[in-house]
């Protein structure tokens, strides 16, 4: 009994001693734990570093994605764009749900100065930036002419809608027999009267007796098709420089592709029953315009039309359809002497000039500090706004 006993506290103390470390293999312990602890600090220093900031041109590159592909987002349901230029741009979209009961209203805008932030803002809230530095934002918009569906609804600038000239009786009466609908309108109408006014109609037709000097700012950055009959316009329409007159009673067709002038054969028509102010430039028209008509004996440009997006003289593009007929002079004109050749010049001039434009699509090109190449995209628009939404 006793050797048993014994025995069974040797193997126990047998035991205990495997379980435990040598002086030895704790200093190996420790050496491998020193080596694994700097492999692993020397790890996390590399990955800290790899950790790009908020200056990084990756991460600003992917924020300038960011913000471009939310942008085209909610550009893709706009039913409306009420401003549109190379750094701004406001549209309506339909209610999402966001706390907003009707129409909400959207704006992107940067001021055009390097370093300002590209701002947002929604329905009449607070502007928040959306990305900063920027260095660059160019909007641009693509456009498409539609027929009209109806009979044109015309918007004629006068001299004093509440006084009607004879001259200015007889033009609208002759439109209204075509069926069409023409709301007079003084040419010292404010911008918010003219604007009022544009949304109810579909062309603007500016009468030979209305003020160049006010229907120039009403007009600079038109929402519809124009026809007009004031040489003192030229420039403000983009076709030249200037206007002047021609006492004449023909006017020579030298282009018949055109919609205006398709039913008719080139060369001479009669325009007046007797001579009378035949509207031409001496100017060199703009690159954009294109000479449907004019004075036969020097060949002078008289009937000249710009298409959307043609380019006109002192810069930039034209968003809407534009005509000049080819009849002037301030309120000596007789608008009578007009033959019936000239009635169907006027009357396909106005139909052609009140064809609906719709918004296709946004360009967005985005540049931030430090990035390249900028970001960019194209968003097509689902709804095709009018342009004339003010």
């Known amino acids: 009994m006793t050797i048993l006993f014994q025995h069974t506290i040797m ?3 047998r035991t205990t001693y495997r379980l435990g470390f040598t002086l030895a293999e704790l200093l190996v312990s420790m050496s491998i734990m020193t080596i694994l602890m700097g492999v692993m600090t020397s790890v996390i ?3 800290s570093h790899a950790i790009p900031d908020s200056q990084d041109p990756v991460v600003k590159k992917i924020e300038a994605m960011d913000v471009v592909d939310q942008m085209a987002g909610e550009l893709f349901y706009a039913n409306a764009i009420t401003e549109e230029t190379a750094n701004a741009i406001t549209f309506t979209v339909a209610d999402r749900g966001h706390g907003a009961v009707g129409p909400e209203t959207i704006r992107y805008a940067w001021s055009g100065t390097p370093g300002d932030p590209f701002t947002r803002q929604y329905n009449s809230g607070t502007v928040v930036a959306v990305c900063n530095d920027v260095q660059l934002l160019n909007l641009s918009y693509d456009k498409r002419v539609e027929p009209l569906n109806g009979l044109p609804r015309v918007l004629m600038i006068v001299d004093n809608a509440g006084w009607l000239l004879p001259g200015e009786i007889t033009r609208k009466t002759t439109m209204e027999g075509w069926g069409f609908t023409v709301q007079p309108i003084s040419s010292f109408s404010t911008q918010a009267e003219f604007n009022a006014a544009v949304i ?7 009468s030979n007796d209305a003020n160049a000097g006010d229907v120039g700012p009403l007009i600079a950055n ?22 002047t007159l021609f006492w004449a009673d023909f006017l020579d067709i030298v282009d018949n592709t055109h919609e205006i002038t398709s039913v008719f054969t080139l060369g001479g028509i009669r325009l007046f029953s007797s001579t009378d102010n035949l509207a031409i430039t001496t100017a060199q028209v703009s690159a954009g315009t294109q000479v449907l008509g004019g004075e036969i004996v020097a060949g002078a440009p008289s009937l000249l039309v710009i298409d959307v997006g043609g380019a006109m003289y002192g810069g930039g593009t034209a968003n809407t359809r534009r005509v000049c007929l080819p009849w002037a002079g301030w309120k000596v004109f007789d608008f009578n002497k007009v033959t019936a050749d ?8 106005i139909a052609w000039a009140a064809a ?15 990035i390249s190449p900028n970001a960019k995209t194209q968003t097509k628009m689902l709804n095709r706004p009018k342009v004339n939404a003010l």
């Not at 009959?229 to 206007?243: H, K, R, W």
């Not at 296709?360 to 430090?370: E, H, K, S």
């Open 45 to 47: 220093v590399v990955t």
């Open 11 to 13: 193997a126990r103390r």
């Open 356 to 370: 609906p434009v719709l918004y296709t699509g946004v360009r967005i090109d985005l540049q931030l500090t430090g």
């Open 222 to 243: 038109p929402k519809l098709g124009i026809v007009n009959e004031v040489t003192g316009l030229y420039a403000a329409m983009g076709v030249s420089q200037s206007g």
């Open 200 to 206: 109810n109609n579909d062309v603007i037709y500016i």
């Open 342 to 349: 000239g009635l169907t010049i006027m009357r396909r001039a």
